[in-house]
């Protein structure tokens, strides 16, 4: 039987590593929120500062952090006082005299999209693909960085089996395919070797992937990053200013769920949402022209009205997609005049638009 004597901070902090922010995979403690915390003759109290712009968020930590420390024997009681502070204010696009936060990574880089997904299998990395190859059709300079940490996959989507060489700068200078500089973890490792790997560590890759990648003048970075809200998307957003993000969804019920909570992690990092994309939206048949919803239709455009975000548009389903991403070969290269072209186009025409490009 637990007696308060045997109440320890390291107990508590137990406990509190597994109170997470909401919609987000990190916890309260390596988020440095618990301040001044006390333990004694049964009660727990210390200070809760927390640094967001969503006071019911801030409220939510406390509750479940209160729920959770009267559930651990021999607490008695818990007190927690709220400090809710604002997250300070990015500075605004072509201010003059005031440096961006990203001003020593991606100097070079104009603007920085990071490919996203709440969950796996909508086909992120293949429209990561697609889309920057689309960028690059519009005219643009285009980078293709694979964060995807624990499954890369754009080496084999791209069709690269070289490995990268390191230049004067110490820098990995990264392959060039279809007019698009690739980056990806895949080079580096063998392709049936697991990555296990603790959150510090992915969060180390993707900063080198950020500064020691010679990545030179692009117009655009195009960031496939790993499914959920977890430390590659934490640490991107907090070592670099995004430009914006794209979400990617399929049209059934349980990935549009998901996607709101990617939705909804970017917004709370104060990230711009460039809109939803629609993944695997329709087929039409090659031979009659019927067409067929498939996975149902018409959830991300419902999802993107009633959150408020653009929708950039739907990418039917056509098996050359994944012939294309197995060969190496995206179907933007290899069919440019095909249907699925016509609409990643679309959707990078989109983006300018939203970036006022």
């Known amino acids: 039987m637990s007696t308060t004597a045997d109440l320890t901070e390291e107990k508590v902090m137990e406990v509190l590593r597994s109170v997470r922010f909401p919609g987000l995979s990190r916890d309260i403690v390596s988020f440095g929120f618990v301040k001044d915390l006390a333990v004694g003759g049964g ?5 809760l500062e927390v640094q967001t712009s969503s006071p019911r968020a801030a409220e939510e930590i406390r509750r ?4 959770k420390l009267r559930s651990l024997p021999g607490v008695n009681a818990v007190t927690i006082a709220l400090d809710v502070r604002e997250p300070a204010p990015a500075p605004p696009r072509g201010a003059v005299g005031v440096p961006p936060p990203d001003a020593a990574l991606l100097p070079e880089v104009r603007f920085k999209i990071a490919v996203a997904s709440g969950k796996g299998g909508v086909g992120k990395s293949t429209v990561a693909a697609n889309l920057a190859l689309a960028l690059s059709r519009l005219g643009s300079r285009v980078g293709l960085m694979d964060s995807d940490i624990y499954g890369p996959s754009q ?3 791209m069709g690269i089996d ?3 060489f390191i230049n004067e700068a110490n820098q990995i200078v990264p392959i060039e395919r279809f007019g698009v500089r690739v980056m990806s973890l895949g080079f580096l490792m063998d ?3 697991p990555v296990i790997w603790r959150g510090p560590m992915v969060m180390k890759a993707v900063e080198q992937f950020l500064g020691d990648v010679a990545w030179g003048k692009l117009d655009f970075l195009v960031v496939d990053m790993p499914p959920g809200t977890g430390d590659a998307q934490l640490t991107l957003t907090q070592k670099i200013q995004l430009s914006g993000a794209v979400i990617v969804t399929t049209p059934q019920d349980v990935a549009l769920i998901d996607a709101r909570k990617g939705l909804a992690m970017f917004q709370k990092v104060n990230v711009p949402v460039l809109g939803i994309i629609e993944n695997m939206s329709f087929y039409v048949c090659v031979k009659c022209g019927h067409r067929e919803d498939i996975f149902k239709h018409g959830g991300g455009e419902r999802t993107a009205k009633k959150l408020n975000v653009p929708f950039l548009g739907e990418i039917p389903i056509d098996p050359k997609v994944a012939i294309g991403g197995d060969s190496g070969v995206p179907i933007v290269a ?3 005049k095909s249907r699925v072209t016509e609409a990643f186009l679309e959707v990078a025409e989109a983006i300018h638009k939203q970036l006022h490009v």
Do not use: G, I, L, Y
């Not at 009660?43 to 200070?47: A, C, D, H, L, P």
């Not at 479940?64 to 729920?67: C, G, I, L």
């Open 43 to 47: 009660n727990v109290s210390f200070r």
């Open 64 to 67: 479940d952090a209160t729920e």
């Open 155 to 157: 080496q084999m989507m």
């Open 162 to 164: 070289e490995k990268p």
């Open 191 to 193: 392709v049936d070797q």
């Open 334 to 336: 290899a069919e440019p």
